[in-house]
């Protein structure tokens, strides 16, 4: 057999194998995202990575649907597809018992979603993804605990307000922009506000270079717009309309409240676009600071109408999505992340064969006093046991012969500093808790 017969130990493209100090990261951040979403009141849903493809179309935008899902045919003919985000899924399934549930919902979930993407660092083709969203809440105190959360999350990490902003923007004062302002068409309108999405992957020339390309003699005022530096500036540049005023006043007390809260890091950022078409209000993204990783870590927003397409009356609904894979990169980068443990303790060696069966019982009584502890199965010598039990990070030792079966005196051994203490049999538990 040659070397090209064997199979590859290399994942499929884009997914991770997780091995136990990667699972212990991923445990780490999925522990926190659950203690910070219910120290809100946000209760943990879940549902199927399978969804039927007519879930997408018209709701996540084209980009998605067209170009970055995994979808199938089932063997009974069924268009299928991998959920590559939650949205549409959690709008489906408060929409299917919209009557009976009570208003406001609070909700929350971790699913892995899967997107056909380049790989490349902090995207990946599956991910796992916090979704938290508020269902009931027409008013912006909706938009500022879901911010607040957002915010909350970040901290329980071990940022602090300098390592991130929270860029906030409103859909409908773009939409404004775009649809009566400068009045384009609807292919033109979806392609300017993809343009402008963009724009931080763009160079500022290839920036204004599509502009102009796509809306001609109109990108001067949009490119002024842009261009603002402030909120104030932005807000000179626009026409005066009542719906417009009502959305600017929308941006400023969100930021003002969190202000009250707090949060001195939102800023509004009129660039900011956000690439699902269901969004109908306001929308934020919280980005890093660090110069070396300039980059969007997550972000939401307010979709009031998305019930609507299941024949149900519209909800309001605010929320948002904050993936594993940013969040690892950052935390890595500012050594912000735990150092790894072995889940056990104690590990019990055997110096004499004879000594197994004292050993297996000594182990159960110890898991029973809730000591995480392993039995050596190997037969090896004595000191490959020790020299294991050290190298897998366990920091307890107790060898096993014929003496300890007969006395029931055991020695402990702390591997990090050698110094052995003897002890009963009966205090082994109580001895490994309190160190
Ligand atoms: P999204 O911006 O597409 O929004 O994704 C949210 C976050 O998920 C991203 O900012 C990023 O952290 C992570 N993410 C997305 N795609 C990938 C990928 N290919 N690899 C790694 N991480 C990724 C949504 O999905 C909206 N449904 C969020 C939402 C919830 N809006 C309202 N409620």
Redesign the pocket.
Known sequence: MTNNNFQSTEPYKGVRDFYPEDMAIFRYITEIMRATSESFGYEEYNASVLEPSELYRGKSGDEIVNEQTYTFKDRGDREVTLRP???PTVARMVAAKRKQIPLPVRWYSIPN?F?Y?QPQR????E?W?L?C?LFGGKDIEAEVEIISLAYELMRAYGLQDKDFIIRINSRKIMNFIINDYLRLPDDIGRKIARIIDKKTKLSDDEFKKSVTEAIGEKDEILLALLESKNFDEFVSHLPKNAELEDAIKEVKAVIESLEQLGVTNAIFDQTLM???DYYTGMVF?VFDTNPKNRR??????R?DKLLESFGVESLPAV?????D??IRDVLEVRGLLPKYKNPACLAICIADPIGIPYANDLAQKVRRDGVNVIVDVTKRKLGDQIKSADKNGIPYVVCIGEDEVKSGTLKVKKLASGIETIIADEKLSAFVKEK
Request: net charge neutral; charged share 25%; aromatic share 12%.
């Open positions: 985000e939650m949205t979603l997107r993407e902090g995207r990946l083709r991910h993804q979704n969203d956000r690439g699902f993204e969007a870590l997550f972000g939401g927003g979709y929320g948002f999505g904050m993936g894979v940013t």
